[in-house]
């Protein structure tokens, strides 16, 4: 099984990016899928989850700003930023779940992607 995350990049703030994460080897259609980020000197953190049915769960330092989004049939995940600011800076990680758990938890999941930087310039 592999995740492969992508669309990171460099950006001003205010700007926007999509970032994309492709799933092979398994079909995550039944699963819960999530974005989580790391800065630099910080824990990794949760950003946002897509359960099965399609409801979303978002940090309250992204709410209103990111989306998360699904397409079973082309096994991705992908997660669209808007009015992005500085402290957004991290490597985002795409992950799947195997079995039901809090999409809060980094230990709730069961794959990782190999991450892509997102850096926000002011």
């Known amino acids: 099984v592999q995740l492969q995350a992508s669309g990171g990049g460099l950006v001003q703030a205010g700007g926007s990016l999509r970032l994309s994460c492709t799933a092979s080897?398994?079909?995550?259609?039944?699963?819960?899928m999530g974005w989580f980020r790391q800065a630099p000197g910080k824990e990794r953190e949760f950003v946002a989850s897509?359960?099965?049915?399609?409801?979303?769960y978002y940090a309250n330092s992204v709410k209103g700003r990111f989306t998360i989004s699904r397409d079973n049939a082309k096994s991705t995940v992908a997660l669209q930023m808007n009015t992005l600011k500085t402290e957004d800076t991290a490597v985002y990680y795409c992950a799947a779940q195997l079995y039901s758990g809090s999409t809060y938890n980094t230990n709730n999941y069961d794959y990782w992607g190999q991450g892509t930087q997102v850096t926000v310039s002011s």
């Open positions: 897509i359960a099965w049915d399609d409801e979303p």
């Open positions: 080897g398994h079909t995550f259609s039944s699963n819960s």
